[in-house]
């Protein structure tokens, strides 16, 4: 009789054996799990090849399919997508459902249903957690906006869709290429401050970089700081304020050549001259202790007036509206000129797009998806976009008649200003994640004092060079 | 016969919690295994196999040995600093008021100070997170801040100064953690039958000597326990570095930490691929510290 607690080396094995045995139905089980297997191969219909047809229907959606849609639920929350496009679909197609998810976990929530072939028909694919478009795109699993920006728009067939949009829009929606995404959404992006502090002080705009030094002396004086950007959460505020201003010293280019990883491009003379002036703005005219704060921290003290510029997009009124007191009001500040002869002129403006949307290919209704985009981007619904938002989208004059709050109304009146002098989003930052963070990552230690702006050139320099080295990451371009 | 019932009754009561612990822990960590071997970018339906190409390049990263340096340091600092705190405190808690009547009896007001040094426990990390942001908050709206700065001191960047972040951060992780071993060794401490103590305090021992020569070699393996679990977590650290430090894991890379690079990895670069490379290096790092540390602390138990 053996001791119950005893075992021999053949009762381990078999012990062994039984796990195995257990194993087995569960390993097996969830190999597909994963990967997702070699479910690749098989792939849903194409949109429909009877486009333009029926300025109605040009799609030829079915409408006895269900929809699918799912909205990421940031700033802008999805009673946008509830209220106004869904109820636009349902009214075309007459007893349709549309399965409705709003989240803030696109990639947690959807990435296993891209693997599993089980995808949803439109993907609002924004926040922290969105996909890499790009490598969906090569799975097969996004569908060419080619035959949605030629159909004829909703509100006006004689139009395409392509013509009712800001062109900006388009380019920025390319991967390879090819029309993949939906960036539906115009931000502003420059310096916001508060209009009503500059009245009360009697203060004007500083157009060049010495009157942009000598305000921040004056403010000095009351104890305002002249600018500042949030260290902790949101450093890359100041990254791109640092690359628009460079392409206003040394137009787009600048920019594109950075984008494109041309060789050293971060080391041109113009975004030099821009790092060297933010540089010595942020370390004599700001305090170091903002390297530490969020940017929900450092946009109260901006509404405490603490500081006069902070750089980020136009989304920041509606973010800051709960907290923003009756003194304070914003208003958009184009970035002074530093050179004597920046390409740009005074007023250039940072116009970019953005909520990027896309229509799958191996849903159950891609043509439903592409009608649903087609909706979006028709008068009505980028009306109720701009109602449910208060923020623009790239439909030209989807702003009409909506009353649009102050800080809203400056930068539509800067753009317009600046007519073609617009300045161009800097896409490194989607194809590239990591040389973007590593970018902002390094400009910290530079504001911080503990780097040399050759130095910080340098070393963002070689990380590109790295990143274009790199095969196993695949390389985007763009001319414009 | 007999044993086929003896079998057949112990598979009964383990075939669920084996076949779901299979499922959801061992067959995650095969696969992992099984990743690390391609360039998966977490989209493609067939990651391309590329051999031990992920921890070649593990091993010339920078970031990766970098990440490595912060958990050595805190698997140096943080359990030695943990386990010190939590001795002193429940001996003091449990057994320093000295003999009083029958028994030991903790020092005054010990009841109360128990509740105090439980309560961060309680906290999800999170919110301690938040709460130790607001503490160490740089400008003078900052708990610790403001008070030095009210004092005419410079504002001290306790999270944005490379050479004090791991320590700041180091600091929460021994604030947190203490409360939960002070409770384990009071339970340790409590099953140390009485007589010990007063026999050696009759001898003319104090509580020094209390402390050193009964305490401490009775609660051994209870330390022991408690030093594998603090090791461990220092191999974690993910939620706290991801909500308290600059930008998760920053500045300069003075608190990276491989949970937080694996996420990083794998979610916004889109290299699952390397990123479970990383996770497998964790894996190896983790179970060679907790058996090395049953290794070597290894010794005869002693009977009570």
Same mark, same amino acid.
């Given at each position: 009789?053996?001791?119950?607690?005893?075992?021999?080396?053949?009762?381990?094995?078999?012990?062994?054996?039984?796990?195995?045995?257990?194993?087995?139905?569960?390993?097996?089980?969830?190999?597909?799990?994963?990967?997702?297997?070699?479910?690749?191969?098989?792939?849903?219909?194409?949109?429909?090849?009877?486009?333009?047809?029926?300025?109605?229907?040009?799609?030829?959606?079915?409408?006895?399919?269900?929809?699918?849609?799912?909205?990421?639920?940031?700033?802008?929350?999805?009673?946008?997508?509830?209220?106004?496009?869904?109820?636009?679909?349902?009214?075309?197609?007459?007893?349709?459902?549309?399965?409705?998810?709003?989240?803030?976990?696109?990639?947690?929530?959807?990435?296993?249903?891209?693997?599993?072939?089980?995808?949803?028909?439109?993907?609002?694919?924004?926040?922290?957690?969105?996909?890499?478009?790009?490598?969906?795109?090569?799975?097969?699993?996004?569908?060419?906006?080619?035959?949605?920006?030629?159909?004829?728009?909703?509100?006006?067939?004689?139009?395409?869709?392509?013509?009712?949009?800001?062109?900006?829009?388009?380019?920025?929606?390319?991967?390879?290429?090819?029309?993949?995404?939906?960036?539906?959404?115009?931000?502003?992006?420059?310096?916001?401050?508060?209009?009503?502090?500059?009245?009360?002080?009697?203060?004007?705009?500083?157009?060049?970089?010495?009157?942009?030094?000598?305000?921040?002396?004056?403010?000095?004086?009351?104890?305002?700081?002249?600018?500042?950007?949030?260290?902790?959460?949101?450093?890359?505020?100041?990254?791109?304020?640092?690359?628009?201003?460079?392409?206003?010293?040394?137009?787009?280019?600048?920019?594109?050549?950075?984008?494109?990883?041309?060789?050293?491009?971060?080391?041109?003379?113009?975004?030099?001259?821009?790092?060297?002036?933010?540089?010595?703005?942020?370390?004599?005219?700001?305090?170091?202790?903002?390297?530490?704060?969020?940017?929900?921290?450092?946009?109260?003290?901006?509404?405490?007036?603490?500081?006069?510029?902070?750089?980020?997009?136009?989304?920041?009124?509606?973010?800051?509206?709960?907290?923003?007191?009756?003194?304070?009001?914003?208003?958009?500040?184009?970035?002074?000129?530093?050179?004597?002869?920046?390409?740009?002129?005074?007023?250039?403006?940072?116009?970019?797009?953005?909520?990027?949307?896309?229509?799958?290919?191996?849903?159950?209704?891609?043509?439903?998806?592409?009608?649903?985009?087609?909706?979006?981007?028709?008068?009505?619904?980028?009306?109720?976009?701009?109602?449910?938002?208060?923020?623009?989208?790239?439909?030209?004059?989807?702003?009409?008649?909506?009353?649009?709050?102050?800080?809203?109304?400056?930068?539509?009146?800067?753009?317009?200003?600046?007519?073609?002098?617009?300045?161009?989003?800097?896409?490194?930052?989607?194809?590239?994640?990591?040389?973007?963070?590593?970018?902002?990552?390094?400009?910290?230690?530079?504001?911080?004092?503990?780097?040399?702006?050759?130095?910080?050139?340098?070393?963002?320099?070689?990380?590109?060079?790295?990143?274009?080295?790199?095969?196993?990451?695949?390389?985007?371009?763009?001319?414009? | 016969?007999?044993?086929?019932?003896?079998?057949?009754?112990?598979?009964?009561?383990?075939?669920?919690?084996?076949?779901?612990?299979?499922?959801?822990?061992?067959?995650?960590?095969?696969?992992?295994?099984?990743?690390?071997?391609?360039?998966?970018?977490?989209?493609?339906?067939?990651?391309?196999?590329?051999?031990?190409?992920?921890?070649?390049?593990?091993?010339?990263?920078?970031?990766?040995?970098?990440? +490595?340096?912060?958990?050595?340091?805190?698997?140096? !600092?943080?359990?030695? /600093? $943990? &386990?010190?705190? #939590?001795?002193?405190? @429940?001996?003091?808690?449990?057994?320093?008021?000295?003999?009083?009547?029958?028994?030991?009896?903790?020092?005054?007001?010990?009841?109360?100070?128990?509740?105090?040094?439980?309560?961060?426990?309680?906290?999800?990390?999170?919110?301690?997170?938040?709460?130790?942001?607001?503490?160490?908050?740089?400008?003078?709206?900052?708990?610790?801040?403001?008070?030095?700065?009210?004092?005419?001191?410079?504002?001290?960047?306790?999270?944005?100064?490379?050479?004090?972040?791991?320590?700041? +951060?180091?600091?929460?992780?021994?604030?947190?953690? !203490?409360?939960?071993? /002070? $409770? &384990?060794?009071? #339970?340790?401490?409590? @099953?140390?039958?009485?007589?010990?103590?007063?026999?050696?305090?009759?001898?003319?021992?104090?509580?020094?000597?209390?402390?050193?020569?009964?305490?401490?070699?009775?609660?051994?393996?209870?330390?022991?326990?408690?030093?594998?679990?603090?090791?461990?977590?220092?191999?974690?650290?993910?939620?706290?570095?991801?909500?308290?430090?600059?930008?998760?894991?920053?500045?300069?890379?003075?608190?990276?930490?491989?949970?937080?690079?694996?996420?990083?990895?794998?979610?916004?670069?889109?290299?699952?691929?390397?990123?479970?490379?990383?996770?497998?290096?964790?894996?190896? &790092?983790?179970?060679?510290?907790?058996?090395?540390?049953?290794?070597?602390?290894?010794?005869?138990?002693?009977?009570?």
């Amino acid at each position: 009789m053996s001791h119950p607690g005893e075992i021999t080396r053949r009762q381990l094995l078999r012990r062994i054996g039984l796990t195995a045995f257990v194993a087995g139905p569960g390993v097996g089980l969830l190999s597909a799990c994963a990967t997702g297997g070699t479910t690749a191969a098989p792939s849903a219909s194409a949109p429909a090849s009877s486009a333009g047809t029926d300025p109605k229907n040009p799609f030829g959606v079915d409408a006895k399919k269900g929809l699918e849609v799912v909205i990421f639920t940031g700033g802008f929350k999805d009673d946008y997508a509830k209220l106004v496009h869904e109820a636009m679909y349902t009214k075309s197609f007459a007893g349709v459902s549309i399965k409705h998810t709003g989240t803030q976990n696109v990639g947690t929530m959807l990435r296993p249903r891209f693997l599993a072939g089980d995808a949803p028909d439109v993907v609002n694919n924004s926040g922290p957690e969105a996909m890499d478009v790009a490598a969906l795109a090569a799975e097969g699993h996004v569908a060419d906006l080619g035959p949605l920006w030629d159909a004829p728009a909703l509100d006006d067939p004689g139009k395409k869709v392509r013509d009712t949009v800001t062109p900006a829009a388009i380019e920025e929606g390319k991967l390879n290429g090819k029309d993949m995404t939906l960036n539906y959404v115009v931000s502003h992006r420059g310096l916001w401050y508060n209009s009503k502090l500059f009245e009360k002080e009697g203060w004007t705009l500083p157009q060049t970089l010495d009157e942009f030094k000598a305000l921040g002396d004056k403010a000095k004086a009351k104890g305002i700081h002249l600018f500042a950007y949030p260290g902790q959460k949101g450093p890359y505020y100041m990254l791109w304020n640092m690359l628009y201003q460079a392409a206003k010293i040394g137009g787009n280019q600048a920019i594109i050549d950075i984008d494109n990883l041309v060789d050293n491009a971060w080391k041109s003379e113009a975004f030099k001259a821009s790092v060297t002036a933010w540089h010595e703005i942020f370390t004599k005219y700001s305090d170091k202790s903002y390297l530490g704060l969020d940017h929900t921290q450092t946009q109260i003290k901006h509404l405490q007036d603490k500081f006069l510029f902070y750089p980020t997009g136009s989304w920041l009124e509606g973010e800051m509206a709960k907290d923003k007191p009756d003194t304070f009001e914003y208003a958009l500040a184009p970035f002074p000129t530093v050179t004597a002869n920046d390409t740009m002129p005074y007023g250039a403006i940072q116009v970019g797009t953005g909520e990027v949307f896309f229509a799958t290919a191996k849903g159950k209704n891609p043509q439903g998806a592409l009608e649903y985009l087609r909706i979006m981007l028709s008068k009505e619904g980028a009306k109720g976009f701009v109602e449910q938002t208060k923020s623009l989208t790239i439909v030209n004059g989807s702003a009409e008649g909506v009353d649009l709050p102050p800080g809203l109304a400056s930068a539509n009146k800067v753009q317009t200003a600046a007519g073609q002098s617009l300045i161009t989003s800097a896409r490194f930052e989607g194809w590239y994640k990591e040389l973007f963070d590593y970018a902002w990552a390094q400009q910290n230690i530079l504001m911080g004092g503990r780097m040399t702006v050759d130095e910080f050139l340098d070393k963002v320099q070689k990380k590109a060079d790295d990143i274009k080295a790199d095969s196993s990451i695949a390389k985007q371009t763009r001319n414009a | 016969m007999e044993r086929l019932r003896k079998y057949g009754f112990v598979l009964g009561f383990l075939a669920v919690p084996v076949t779901l612990y299979v499922v959801f822990v061992i067959s995650p960590y095969i696969q992992a295994f099984q990743l690390s071997l391609t360039s998966w970018n977490g989209y493609q339906a067939n990651p391309a196999f590329v051999g031990f190409e992920n921890f070649t390049r593990l091993f010339n990263d920078e970031v990766f040995w970098n990440a +490595l340096r912060t958990h050595g340091i805190v698997l140096l !600092v943080m359990p030695l /600093v $943990v &386990l010190a705190l #939590a001795l002193v405190f @429940a001996f003091l808690l449990n057994l320093g008021g000295g003999s009083r009547g029958a028994g030991m009896r903790g020092v005054w007001g010990s009841t109360f100070y128990k509740v105090v040094f439980f309560a961060p426990q309680v906290l999800a990390v999170a919110i301690v997170g938040v709460l130790w942001k607001a503490i160490y908050r740089p400008d003078e709206s900052g708990v610790i801040n403001g008070a030095v700065m009210k004092l005419g001191g410079e504002p001290i960047g306790w999270m944005s100064d490379p050479n004090l972040a791991l320590w700041s +951060l180091i600091a929460v992780m021994v604030w947190q953690a !203490v409360g939960f071993y /002070v $409770v &384990l060794f009071s #339970a340790g401490m409590s @099953a140390i039958p009485k007589d010990y103590f007063e026999a050696a305090a009759l001898d003319g021992a104090g509580r020094f000597t209390l402390f050193f020569r009964i305490t401490l070699p009775l609660l051994r393996d209870t330390i022991q326990v408690g030093w594998v679990y603090l090791g461990i977590a220092a191999f974690d650290c993910f939620a706290l570095v991801q909500v308290l430090t600059l930008d998760a894991g920053g500045p300069d890379g003075a608190t990276t930490v491989l949970p937080v690079e694996i996420f990083k990895t794998a979610f916004s670069y889109s290299k699952v691929g390397y990123a479970s490379a990383m996770g497998v290096a964790l894996f190896f &790092l983790t179970i060679t510290f907790a058996v090395l540390t049953l290794r070597v602390t290894r010794r005869e138990k002693i009977e009570m």
